[in-house]
C-alpha cells in the first residue's frame, strides 16, 4: 500500500531564505505527484503536477522535481516571503483514475 | 477560474441525525471526489465519483454514502453519524488533474 511521507512536519524560515520541503512515498510506480499549498481554514491549492516521466517542474519561485527510483520529491522555494506560510501538502496518484494519496504536509512559517 | 462550492462552512449535528454535505462545481468536470482531512492523517478519501449516477469508494467508505444525479453536484451523506466523523470535509472536481478544491466543512458531532 502507497504510503506518503513529509519531513519536516513544521517549519520555521526567515524572510529572504530558500528553502526544501521533502517527500517520499514507498511505492515508486506512481502516475504523477502534486504540491498544494492549503491556507489555515481553506481548501487546496495546486501549486505544480509532475508527471511519471518528468524530472522536475516550475513555477515562479516555485521548483519540484521528481526521483521515482528513490521514491523522493523536493519542493524548493526561492527567496521566501511571509505570504508563502501555509501549509504544503504533496500528493501521488497511482493511475489515471486521478485518486490521490497525501502526505500530512509541512506547515511553513516566513518571519518577517 | 473553477469554483468548488460547499454549502457549509461549519456545521454542528447531533449523533444518529442523517447528515448531508454538499458540493457544487461550475466546470462541467466529469470527476468529483470527497476527502476528510484529520490531524495527524492528512486528506483520506471516502468516495469519488467520475461520471452522474457513477460512484466508487475510496480509502474510509465505511458509515458514509454518496449522491451524483447531477454532473456538478456531489453529495456526501453520513447516514447515522457519529462523534469519530467529526472531521473537516473537502471535496474536490476535476476534469483530469489537477484537482480543484472546495473551501471545506468543519462538521461537529455532538
Known amino acids: 500500500k502507497q504510503e506518503v511521507t513529509q519531513i519536516p512536519a513544521a517549519l520555521s524560515v526567515p524572510e529572504g531564505e530558500n528553502l526544501v520541503l521533502n517527500c517520499s512515498f514507498t511505492d515508486s510506480a506512481i502516475y504523477n505527484l502534486q504540491w498544494f499549498r492549503q491556507d489555515p481554514g481553506k481548501g487546496l491549492t495546486s501549486l505544480l503536477l509532475?508527471?511519471?516521466?518528468?524530472r522536475e517542474q516550475t513555477s515562479g519561485r516555485l521548483n519540484a522535481s521528481l526521483d521515482k527510483s528513490s521514491g523522493r520529491s523536493t519542493l524548493y522555494i526561492a527567496a521566501s516571503q511571509p505570504g508563502d506560510s501555509a501549509t504544503y501538502l504533496c500528493a501521488v496518484s497511482m493511475d489515471s483514475s486521478y485518486k490521490l494519496i497525501f502526505g500530512s504536509g509541512t506547515r511553513l512559517l516566513v518571519r518577517p | 477560474d473553477v469554483k468548488v462550492t460547499q454549502s457549509s462552512r461549519y456545521l454542528v449535528k447531533r449523533t444518529g441525525e442523517k447528515v448531508f454535505l454538499e458540493c457544487v462545481q461550475d466546470m462541467d468536470h466529469e470527476n468529483m471526489f470527497w476527502y476528510r482531512q484529520d490531524p495527524g492523517l492528512g486528506l483520506r478519501l471516502i468516495y469519488f465519483?467520475?461520471?452522474?449516477?457513477?460512484?466508487e469508494k475510496g480509502d474510509i467508505p465505511e458509515g458514509y454514502s454518496v449522491s451524483r444525479e447531477k454532473k456538478e453536484r456531489f453529495s456526501l451523506i453520513l447516514e447515522s453519524a457519529s462523534t469519530n466523523q467529526t472531521s473537516m470535509y473537502l471535496c474536490?472536481?476535476?476534469?483530469?488533474?489537477?484537482?480543484?478544491f472546495g473551501d471545506g466543512t468543519r462538521l461537529s458531532i455532538l
Open positions: 474536490a472536481s476535476s476534469p483530469t488533474e489537477p484537482q480543484h
Open positions: 465519483s467520475y461520471d452522474v449516477k457513477m460512484k
Open positions: 509532475i508527471q511519471s516521466s518528468q
